[in-house]
């Protein structure tokens, strides 16, 4: 392990895209394993691929790592404002002879690798151009081609590391070749970027994705060669779609802030995205101060987890129910907005934490919650199948008299207990069962045949909104 005493993780993500679920995951376990042991976390960005890398995917790191609440201590650096630096290091290394030039062509390497697996063997560069070779077969340096640069991987032995998270790993070093560092245009590779900041950065411990783990040996082998130590390295598997398949769009939000837009709240998704791969003990809902003081490597699976939406969105239903009504209104305000929603347009109905407290239950996501607290709004809109089914003659009769006896209602009086009273008092009247008033009280105000207690959602409103709406009940007999 490097020799600096704090612990110190990294995230490294390439702005090429999104932050997706893997790729938060990924940084909230190395963000977790530095808070759990005191230590730092560094942000930096990969984007020594030009052509792929966007400033709005770097905004979108930055956007998710911000509404996650993944803090870092350190960064964000950016590769490609470090290229002195590593031009540098590949001049040393070329010194030193730990490095070498190679001007293998595109066509050689194909009829190299063609001729290989015609004799059943790996395909893998030959080592043609070491200097030692190139030398006894009298190779020479082609005019007006501009060499790349490899790194000369040991011949014997091998490489091994204690896996955090897959245990004891060895690969031979004649399993490897040597690996280019540096293009034609004397652009550094990523798997010496990457070891070169590892190395200067001081970082301790890598948690990645396990699609690194044929990286590593040849990053262990570069770093001993320069003259440092490796960090720690925990590989993650993979995080698969409810279907077992690899994720992509179509299992549907695949950016953390598109998770963001459908509702969930961050709280949930730190939960939830901690649970997929890492468990402590039974564990299901903890906030993020839980998660640091619990995080352990010995607890991440080896398995690959799958992506299970029922269970986000029961966990996020979890985090509703933690929040006050007050607290759900601010989170539920943007949302709200979203839908052109104004404050005009909500002085018919209670004030927005009321409307929350009495409907949140029904909810998984905030974008559910705003449909039910629409319900208090948006006026009802009764569909043919209503009329037929539930407001029918008898039932609107029954309204039109439970909306008289509202009607002489003092206004002090306007609360849960009256109004039970006074609808008990209208199926007296006309021999109904409860369901057989409140159905229709329901459709009327409120555009659903279920909702929460009746009188207690019609309490909550005002009740003048409440008579504009059952007055529709007029011109449905």
Not at 118 to 134: C, F, T, V
Not at 377 to 393: I, N
Not at 440 to 458: E, I, K, N
Request: aromatic share 8%; proline share 5%; charged share 25%.
């Amino acid at each position: 392990m490097s020799g600096a005493s704090v612990v110190r993780t990294r995230f490294a993500p390439s702005p090429t895209g999104d932050l997706h679920l893997g790729g938060a995951r990924t940084a909230l376990y190395a963000w977790a394993w530095a808070r759990r042991h005191g230590g730092q976390f560094v942000l930096r960005i990969e984007d020594t691929d030009l052509e792929r890398s966007t400033p709005a995917a770097v905004q979108a790191i930055m956007d998710g790592m911000h509404w996650l609440d993944l803090d870092w201590d350190e960064g964000p650096f950016f590769q490609s404002k470090r290229m002195v630096r590593y031009r540098a290091v590949i001049a040393q290394m070329l010194e030193r002879g730990t490095a070498y030039r190679c001007w293998a062509s595109t066509e050689e390497l194909d009829q190299m690798r063609e001729q290989q697996r015609a004799l059943g063997q790996k395909p893998r560069y030959d080592g043609r151009w070491r200097p030692e070779n190139a030398a006894r077969t009298g190779l020479t340096p082609p005019a007006g081609v501009d060499p790349v640069i490899r790194f000369r991987n040991p011949d014997v032995g091998s490489v091994t590391w204690d896996d955090l998270v897959k245990g004891p790993i060895s690969i031979a070093n004649d399993e490897l070749d040597d690996l280019i560092i540096a293009r034609g245009d004397g652009t550094p590779t990523y798997n010496f970027c990457v070891v070169v900041d590892d190395l200067e950065m001081q970082i301790t411990h890598v948690l990645r994705g396990d699609d690194h783990v044929n990286n590593t040996p040849r990053q262990i082998n570069i770093l001993r060669a320069l003259g440092g130590q490796e960090p720690v390295y925990g590989h993650l598997s993979m995080i698969l779609g409810p279907d077992g398949e690899k994720l992509s769009k179509r299992h549907g939000a695949t950016s953390v802030v598109e998770y963001d837009a459908q509702g969930f709240l961050p709280e949930a998704m730190v939960n939830y995205l901690a649970r997929l791969g890492w468990s402590h003990g039974d564990a299901e809902i903890f906030d993020r101060h839980e998660l640091v003081q619990w995080f352990d490597a010995a607890q991440i699976s080896r398995s690959p987890a799958q992506l299970d939406f029922d269970k986000l969105r029961w966990v996020n239903a979890q985090w509703l129910k933690r929040l006050t009504p007050v607290e759900l209104a601010k989170r539920l305000e943007p949302h709200l907005k979203k839908r052109g929603w104004s404050e005009a347009a909500m002085t018919s109905g209670p004030d927005l934490p009321i409307a929350c407290a009495l409907v949140f239950e029904r909810a998984h996501t905030l974008e559910e919650l705003a449909d039910w607290v629409g319900l208090f709004y948006v006026p009802a809109a009764v569909t043919k199948a209503d009329r037929s089914t539930h407001l029918t003659t008898a039932a609107l009769a029954a309204v039109a008299s439970l909306a008289i006896k509202f009607k002489v209602l003092d206004e002090a009086e306007w609360s849960a207990g009256p109004i039970t009273a006074t609808m008990k008092s209208t199926l007296a009247e006309f021999s109904l069962k409860m369901s057989q008033l409140a159905i229709p009280v329901r459709l009327l105000v409120f555009g659903q045949a279920q909702t929460p207690s009746v009188d207690a959602m019609l309490a909550a409103m005002p009740r003048a909104t409440v008579l504009a709406r059952l007055a529709l009940a007029e011109s449905l007999s």
